[in-house]
């Protein structure tokens, strides 16, 4: 594809070598901007495709201009990558941008740099890549640590996503955490993953826990991850053995109670 993008482009520079013509008198300072006048570059075509454009270079000048280009923010390839304009003249650039087969439906921008004389102008270019567009985003990878749940975003579409997330923890006597929708300060392009953090400042001491989480994005089925989540702090554990502790010694005492009272009760003058 671009091999051929490069032949298309070799082709169209030297047809395009009549295309020098006599700049407007009066003009003050190298331009470059792209045919016709346009304000920006506008391209647009299915993925896996090249498409082509041309950018007017104008030199008012009294002597040639070299100007080198470069493309930005996209796969731009021109038909020479320095071009010299002669004196009060203007030259069309053919150039073309490859998208490629993996490149998702929407808006995408780029630029295109020119720079000569010590000075840079920049165009820019805007292309529209057509196809179906799909939201669909995952939450992966969840998981607890000590007081902060920590969890992956990852966005499977085709579109640009603005997820929102609530949080809900259950654990062996209820409901622990109860946080509801609330919008992530962040946006994911497609196939772009993201890795989180919640603070969870007041988890359970003694608990055993089933933490739900649940991503939103406008247009996207809501997506679900869980994890479990075991709870055991140090007074926590040493309450619960004081009591058991405690429990036991009351048994203990309780035996030992009914033994004597079944002594007490023994009959007179019954051989011990």
Do not use: C, K
Request: charged share 20%.
């Amino acid at each position: 594809m671009r091999a051929a993008a490069r032949s298309g482009l070799v082709a169209a520079a030297t047809a395009l070598v009549g295309a020098v013509a006599a700049a407007p008198p009066g003009s003050q300072g190298w331009t470059a901007a792209p045919a016709a006048g346009r304000p920006y570059a506008y391209l647009e075509g299915p993925a896996g495709s090249v498409l082509q454009d041309t950018l007017s270079v104008t030199n008012p000048g009294a002597g040639p201009l070299t100007v080198r280009l470069a493309g930005q923010g996209a796969p731009v390839a021109f038909a020479a990558r320095t071009v010299t304009v002669p004196a009060r003249t203007r030259a069309d650039v053919p150039f073309a941008v490859t998208v490629t087969a993996d490149t998702p439906p929407g808006d995408h921008r780029g630029t295109v740099r020119a720079t000569a004389a010590g000075r840079e102008v920049r165009v820019d270019l805007r292309l529209r890549v057509n196809g179906p567009r799909l939201a669909a985003l995952t939450v992966e990878d969840v998981r607890v640590d000590a007081g902060t749940l920590r969890y992956t975003l990852v966005n499977r579409g085709t579109t640009v996503l603005a997820p929102t997330l609530a949080i809900r923890a259950e654990g062996l006597l209820g409901t622990v955490l109860d946080r509801p929708d609330h919008v992530l300060p962040l946006t994911l392009r497609p196939g772009e993953r993201a890795v989180r953090t919640e603070p969870w400042p007041d988890p359970p001491a003694l608990d055993s826990v089933t933490v739900r989480l649940t991503a939103t994005a406008p247009g996207a089925a809501p997506a679900t991850a869980r994890a479990e989540a075991a709870f055991a702090s140090g007074p926590a554990l040493a309450a619960v053995a004081g009591l058991l502790l405690a429990a036991g010694g009351g048994g203990a005492w309780a035996v030992r109670r009914r033994g004597g009272s079944r002594t007490e009760r023994a009959p007179e003058g019954a051989t011990p």
